[in-house]
């Protein structure tokens, strides 16, 4: 069954007029309908025009266009150039023709209003009947069959809304990928249908009749089908556009990369997530437990080091979770001071303290239907403590010096570098708050443990801060690399950032070198290539295919004399060593003093 429709504007005498003459031109399984913006009875003036030419519509119910919905048609056929004014949507749609006929001129008399009725309906008896004899339907049909069993056909899922929000073109890989059916969504605001919006904070049409988007976009997101899973998708969205360059509308195209994700996150192959960068093991976890703890409203408490990425990783989290289109408010508890700190979180009323001459929201409210992160959440003082426990309780709290209970819908993040669990067994922090804080712990590894990342982090910062303007392609040597990966970090990837900054400075030509790095960068360097030196194999076996005096001396008297200590420690076997020391004389007897008192001890220690 297909389904043919006339739209026309508020009175639809044109397209009544059009399903009158289509009713018996249209073949077998083909349904005709017509519709106006608005609904109507049939004008008698009509009624006794169409009875003139020999069709009867009196038994025709006039219906609007938006009860229908024109997703359900195969052709659409408007017949008013205003309709395109009020209902843009209808330009977006598969199967649309536009006859734009004229539009009713000033009557001043009944005679030229039946004048123009008579003249309108020979013009469309006229169209209508070449629509059908003409082949022009089937054509139609045709195309718009094909168009859509092409897009039906791709792996990636498309959809398209009108400036406020209405699905029209669903094809089935986004029915796969969302588990809705097209017949679910179709003239539904994207907003009802998906959680959040199909985009979350993304959307291009957040108000609407209002885009965004002025050129294609491609963004990752997250999104939640109908039976509840959490899926990863790469989206690319283009606007829509009419001729006059006005947007009618978002065309987006998205595919499933949930699967491919998971195989990055087994193979070690994932480099970053929700901007955090990393490809270590360690971080591979990290990024699994975003992952799970962003489908849920679970406290979290992130712990590690300063400078290891505690607020990346709780922006993380809440960007990937349903409340990425609310408010993400931070809050550093260590840099407020104890005085400020209650007013800050929870507000205060207007009187409650010296200065306060007027009511303040508190962070706590900013952040409704959000998340808030409490970064060195365990400065907070033992009041402040009582008061964040009530709201993780009962999500209620009173402004400071108010009597007014205020209640939030928040997730809370906390952050911190100090150990909780001990502070709170010396009663240095509430006990019951620390375990409503950490519900879903994350542990952050310092950089020393995650070597792997610094090359991926460094060449990072380098692209992120390098100047374009010279067109100079800047690069880490290798000797740079090197020590960049020996050192230990003791300010994380804070460090690493600002040490990759002070390198930009320095260096003016050429590639980064060793000399490039902060001095406490270079010194620790060349004192581990130093201490090496005296201490690793390499050194003394395979500096040269040939093993040396000195090195041999040296070697033998790190190990107390050992030689089988010291055949390790060059790289060589004992009966290599025990050669090298005949050859060169170096048994007891024919060495000078010094050496002989050497041989004593070797043999007295095998």
Same mark, same amino acid.
């Given at each position: 069954?297909? &389904?043919?429709?006339?739209?026309?504007?508020?009175?639809?005498?044109?397209?009544?007029?059009?399903?009158?003459?289509?009713?018996?031109?249209?073949?077998?399984?083909?349904?005709?309908?017509?519709?106006?913006?608005?609904?109507?009875?049939?004008?008698?003036?009509?009624?006794?025009?169409?009875?003139?030419?020999?069709?009867?519509?009196?038994?025709?119910? %006039?219906?609007?266009?938006?009860?229908?919905?024109?997703?359900?048609?195969?052709?659409?056929?408007?017949?008013?150039?205003?309709?395109?004014?009020?209902?843009?949507?209808?330009?977006?749609?598969? +199967?649309?023709?536009?006859?734009?006929?004229?539009?009713?001129?000033?009557?001043?008399?009944?005679?030229?209003?039946?004048?123009?009725?008579?003249?309108?309906?020979?013009?469309? $008896?006229?169209?209508?009947?070449?629509?059908?004899?003409? +082949?022009?339907?089937?054509?139609?049909? !045709?195309?718009?069959?094909?168009?859509?069993?092409?897009?039906?056909?791709?792996?990636?899922?498309?959809?398209?809304?009108?400036?406020?929000?209405?699905?029209?073109?669903?094809?089935?890989?986004?029915?796969?990928?969302?588990?809705?059916? /097209?017949?679910?969504?179709?003239?539904?605001?994207?907003?009802?249908?998906?959680?959040?919006?199909?985009?979350?904070?993304?959307?291009?049409?957040?108000?609407?009749?209002?885009?965004?988007?002025?050129?294609?976009?491609?963004?990752?997101?997250?999104?939640?089908?109908?039976?509840?899973?959490?899926? @990863?998708?790469?989206?690319?969205?283009?606007?829509?556009?009419?001729?006059?360059?006005?947007?009618?509308?978002?065309?987006?195209?998205?595919?499933?990369?949930?699967?491919?994700?998971?195989?990055?996150?087994?193979?070690?192959?994932?480099?970053?997530?929700?901007?955090?960068?990393?490809?270590?093991?360690?971080?591979?976890?990290?990024?699994?437990?975003? @992952?799970?703890?962003?489908?849920?409203?679970?406290?979290?408490?992130?712990?590690?080091?300063?400078?290891?990425? &505690?607020?990346?990783?709780?922006?993380?989290?809440?960007?990937?979770?349903?409340?990425?289109?609310?408010?993400?408010?931070?809050?550093?508890?260590?840099?407020?001071?104890?005085? !400020?700190?209650?007013?800050?979180?929870?507000?205060?009323?207007?009187?409650?303290?010296?200065?306060?001459?007027?009511?303040?929201?508190? @962070?706590?409210?900013?952040?409704?239907?959000?998340?808030?992160?409490?970064?060195?959440?365990?400065?907070?003082?033992?009041?402040?403590?009582?008061? =964040?426990?009530?709201?993780?309780?009962?999500?209620?709290?009173?402004?400071?010096? +108010?009597?007014?209970?205020?209640?939030?819908?928040?997730?809370?993040?906390?952050?911190?570098?100090?150990?909780?669990?001990?502070?709170?067994?010396?009663? &240095?922090? /509430?006990?019951? =708050?620390?375990?409503?804080?950490?519900?879903?712990?994350?542990?952050? %590894? %310092?950089?020393?443990?995650?070597?792997?990342?610094?090359?991926?982090?460094? /060449?990072?910062?380098?692209?992120?801060?390098?100047?374009?303007?010279?067109? @100079?392609?800047?690069?880490?040597?290798?000797?740079?690399?090197?020590?960049?990966?020996?050192?230990?970090?003791?300010?994380?990837?804070? $460090?690493?950032?600002?040490?990759?900054?002070?390198?930009?400075?320095?260096?003016?030509?050429?590639?980064?070198?060793?000399?490039?790095? %902060?001095?406490?960068?270079?010194?620790?360097?060349?004192?581990?290539?130093?201490?090496?030196?005296?201490?690793?194999?390499?050194?003394?076996?395979?500096?040269?295919?040939?093993?040396?005096?000195?090195?041999?001396? /040296?070697?033998?008297?790190?190990?107390?004399?050992?030689?089988?200590?010291?055949?390790?420690?060059?790289?060589?076997?004992?009966? !290599?060593?025990?050669?090298?020391?005949?050859?060169?004389?170096?048994?007891?007897?024919?060495?000078? !003093?010094?050496?002989?008192?050497?041989? $004593?001890?070797?043999?007295?220690?095998?």
């Amino acid at each position: 069954m297909s &389904k043919l429709l006339f739209v026309d504007e508020d009175n639809a005498c044109a397209s009544q007029m059009a399903e009158g003459f289509a009713r018996p031109l249209a073949p077998p399984g083909v349904e005709v309908i017509s519709a106006g913006l608005v609904r109507g009875e049939i004008d008698p003036l009509v009624r006794e025009v169409m009875a003139e030419a020999g069709q009867d519509i009196s038994a025709h119910r %006039p219906k609007r266009l938006t009860e229908l919905g024109v997703q359900q048609f195969d052709i659409v056929i408007v017949l008013s150039a205003r309709v395109k004014e009020k209902y843009p949507v209808i330009q977006g749609i598969h +199967g649309v023709v536009f006859w734009d006929l004229s539009d009713r001129p000033q009557i001043k008399s009944e005679a030229e209003l039946y004048g123009f009725l008579r003249s309108l309906r020979r013009e469309i $008896q006229r169209r209508v009947t070449e629509l059908f004899t003409h +082949g022009y339907f089937a054509a139609l049909l !045709t195309l718009k069959n094909n168009a859509e069993r092409i897009l039906d056909n791709l792996k990636e899922g498309v959809v398209a809304h009108d400036v406020y929000r209405r699905i029209f073109f669903f094809n089935r890989a986004a029915e796969k990928i969302t588990g809705f059916r /097209r017949e679910e969504v179709f003239g539904r605001d994207c907003h009802r249908v998906f959680p959040y919006g199909f985009c979350g904070g993304k959307c291009s049409f957040q108000e609407t009749g209002a885009c965004i988007v002025d050129n294609p976009a491609a963004y990752s997101l997250d999104i939640t089908t109908k039976d509840g899973e959490q899926k @990863r998708l790469e989206m690319s969205v283009v606007a829509m556009k009419d001729n006059a360059g006005e947007p009618i509308g978002i065309l987006a195209s998205y595919r499933d990369q949930t699967r491919v994700l998971e195989l990055e996150h087994r193979l070690g192959e994932l480099q970053q997530f929700s901007g955090i960068i990393g490809h270590d093991h360690k971080m591979l976890e990290v990024f699994e437990t975003i @992952r799970e703890v962003a489908a849920t409203n679970v406290t979290v408490l992130i712990q590690g080091e300063t400078g290891t990425g &505690k607020e990346l990783v709780a922006a993380a989290i809440h960007n990937e979770s349903l409340r990425r289109v609310k408010p993400f408010v931070v809050v550093n508890c260590g840099a407020l001071p104890e005085g !400020t700190l209650e007013s800050e979180l929870f507000g205060h009323v207007k009187g409650a303290f010296t200065g306060a001459i007027r009511d303040k929201k508190g @962070r706590f409210e900013i952040a409704d239907g959000g998340t808030i992160f409490l970064d060195e959440v365990g400065e907070l003082s033992p009041a402040t403590q009582v008061k =964040l426990l009530r709201v993780l309780q009962e999500g209620t709290f009173e402004r400071v010096g +108010g009597e007014k209970t205020v209640k939030t819908d928040i997730r809370v993040i906390s952050a911190t570098n100090r150990d909780l669990r001990e502070m709170a067994a010396q009663g &240095k922090f /509430r006990e019951d =708050l620390y375990y409503r804080l950490c519900v879903m712990p994350v542990t952050l %590894p %310092p950089l020393r443990e995650r070597r792997n990342d610094i090359p991926l982090l460094a /060449r990072h910062f380098l692209k992120l801060h390098a100047p374009r303007s010279d067109g @100079r392609d800047v690069f880490l040597s290798h000797r740079a690399l090197s020590a960049l990966m020996d050192y230990d970090w003791p300010g994380n990837i804070r $460090q690493l950032q600002n040490a990759v900054q002070f390198a930009l400075v320095k260096c003016r030509q050429g590639p980064i070198d060793l000399e490039h790095l %902060p001095p406490e960068i270079t010194a620790a360097h060349r004192g581990r290539h130093q201490s090496r030196s005296f201490s690793r194999p390499e050194t003394y076996g395979r500096m040269s295919t040939k093993l040396r005096a000195e090195h041999v001396s /040296r070697a033998l008297e790190e190990t107390g004399g050992n030689k089988v200590q010291a055949a390790r420690l060059l790289g060589v076997g004992r009966a !290599t060593l025990y050669r090298f020391l005949a050859r060169h004389n170096l048994e007891p007897g024919k060495t000078s !003093t010094t050496e002989a008192q050497r041989t $004593q001890r070797w043999n007295a220690t095998e």
